[in-house]
């Protein structure tokens, strides 16, 4: 053999391979020369020449895989079909067991109560403008004027205001009284339509009075004349209602001889233009029984009045008049006011203001205030003469005569920049009251507590409940709550009427103490 053919040819020493290695026992499909060294053989040496082309060699051993008749043979094997079926039984077994688990997760579960059904007019406060020049704070003031003061009602989250009355009339002259022309010195038809579009834009609702002869001494004429005033009315209701009003208010209906006849005869004239419009009347009586007789059977009627206008303001009395009310209208919605038309501080001292505030708010119904109410604005009275509507005071020229530097503090402008007046207050419970269910809605659950202390929780369903705490008297006292399973050990705190308190912090029930005249809104999760 040459030099030149023993370029590819290996040397292997065959002593020192195991006979398993050596390469004549190899099983490799390749070909191989196993050549004896010419001439002298060397001491169990041997030249192996591997083949040139080694991917060729390496391609004939590639596994290939099985074909399709060998892989259907394999399939339908016995052990193969055992086991496919044993997989899906155990897939229908898992799928089952969750559906099931979820089944009983769901029964089991809590249920949500039905949402009752609500107008507009249950979800949130009423806003009375009675006397439209004395509101705008002018010696002129007319319905053009009132809209530029939308933007101000819009922050005060009212869901409606109530407008006059603004009709023609002449005292004590019913031939000379137009219940559907509007007194020529606050504006035009066209004007309070311009009024109409622009509330409706930002979700503000209209109300008109339609208190016939609000400028005489009778807001009903003479009793002989009511077949014509009721004629009168019916023809107003229709005409206001086409042109795009959003309910009426009549007030003095104590006056009125049957007076439940007529109301309930003016609400089924609202109702059947549409159930999204509301009638609200309105008497300075006090007493329950003739409140009731005067609300009748009608339905979804608001009564304003004098009910909570007692003098007597301790805790235990405005619980006894609360929960009296509330027991007596049932199931009725209720509106939550001191007057028909009047102001807060005409019935409440100034110390008290922030908690009727805190109260009229999370009682269960509509709460309803007149202009001036969210500053504490109060009605001056010059001796021997009726009071006047009182001039709402934007800004310090309200007060051109005084000088006092606390005259800001009574203005809206004023109080509209600190964070702690009555303004900033008002505005924080109607919000409030607006976007929680426990206080649109919620179940009323009045607590025992300690003395001069009125003390009650809204609450609905898995909602976040709310704990009000009302501290009448003039002395700090602990709150003294009953220790029951629907009241939890701590409580966060939303807001005082009082400044001082954190807000936020967390309270315990069995150590709350209330400050003299001092409001606590409370809040606690749901658990279940």
């Known amino acids: 053999m040459s030099q030149d053919t023993e370029v590819d040819m290996k040397e292997v020493e065959l002593n020192e391979m195991e006979p398993e290695k050596q390469p004549m026992n190899a099983a490799s499909g390749a070909a191989m020369a196993v050549v004896v060294a010419s001439g002298a053989e060397k001491n169990g040496l041997v030249k192996i020449k591997v083949a040139d082309d080694e991917a060729e ?37 898992g799928w089952l067991g969750m559906l099931a688990g979820a089944v009983v997760i769901i ?48 922050t005060l989250k009212v869901k409606g205001f109530v407008l006059g009355p603004i009709h023609k009339n002449q005292k004590d002259d019913l031939a000379g009284t137009n219940l559907e022309q509007i007194n020529p010195v606050l504006g035009s038809k066209e004007d309070f339509d311009n009024l109409l579009q622009s509330a409706k834009k930002k979700s503000i609702r209209v109300i008109l009075d339609l208190t016939p002869n609000y400028e005489g001494q009778n807001s009903w004429f003479l009793p002989t004349q009511i077949d014509t005033v009721a004629a009168k009315m019916k023809d107003a209701l229709s005409f ?25 005869e003016w609400q089924n004239i609202t109702k059947s233009f549409s159930e999204d419009r509301l009638l609200i009347a309105g008497t300075e009586s006090s007493d329950l029984q003739q409140i009731l007789s005067l609300l009748g059977s009608t339905k979804d009627l608001l009564l ?29 919605w209720c509106s939550w006011s001191l007057s028909q038309a009047g102001l807060l501080t005409s019935f409440v001292p100034a110390h008290l203001l922030r908690l009727y505030h805190l109260l009229l708010f999370t009682l269960p119904g509509t709460p309803v205030f007149s202009y001036g109410d969210e500053i504490g604005l109060e009605a001056a009275a010059l001796p021997g003469q009726p009071v006047k509507a009182p001039i709402m005071p934007w800004d310090e020229s309200s007060f051109p005569n005084t000088s006092e530097p606390g005259s800001n503090n009574m203005t809206v402008k004023g109080q509209n920049e600190d964070p702690g007046s009555l303004l900033s207050l008002f505005r924080r419970l109607s919000d409030q009251r607006g976007k929680e269910r426990s206080l649109l809605h919620g179940d009323f659950h009045v607590l025992s507590s300690g003395p001069d202390l009125f003390a009650y929780v809204r609450q609905w369903d898995q909602n976040e409940r709310f704990l009000v705490v009302l501290n009448f008297g003039g002395v700090g006292q602990p709150a003294r709550l009953p220790a029951t399973a629907s009241l939890p050990t701590k409580v966060n705190l939303l807001l005082s009427t009082h400044l001082g308190r954190e807000e936020g912090a967390s309270l315990e029930l069995g150590h709350l103490n209330v400050e003299p005249h001092e409001g606590l809104l409370l809040r606690f999760p749901y658990v279940a």
Do not use: M
């Not at 806003?127 to 004027?145: M, S, T, V």
């Open 57 to 93: 060699a390496a391609a004939a051993a590639k596994f290939t895989g099985l074909s399709k008749e060998e892989l259907l043979k394999v399939a339908g094997s016995p052990g193969w079909v055992r086991t496919r079926w044993a997989l899906l039984v155990l897939f229908w077994l």
């Open 240 to 264: 206001w209602l086409q042109a795009g009003v959003d309910g009426f208010q009549v007030r003095d209906v104590e006056n009125l001889t049957d007076a439940s006849l007529l109301l309930a």
């Open 107 to 154: 029964v089991r579960a809590p249920r949500c109560r039905e949402l009752p059904a609500q107008s507009w007019w249950h979800k949130g406060a009423l806003y009375r403008i009675g006397d439209l020049l004395a509101f705008q704070g002018h010696e002129e003031g007319d319905l053009a004027g009132l809209k530029r003061h939308l933007d101000y009602l819009s």
């Open 304 to 332: 304003t009045s004098s009910y909570l206008s007692d003098s007597i303001s301790t805790g235990k009395h405005i619980e006894f008049l609360v929960t009296q009310y509330l027991n007596a209208t049932d199931s009725r």
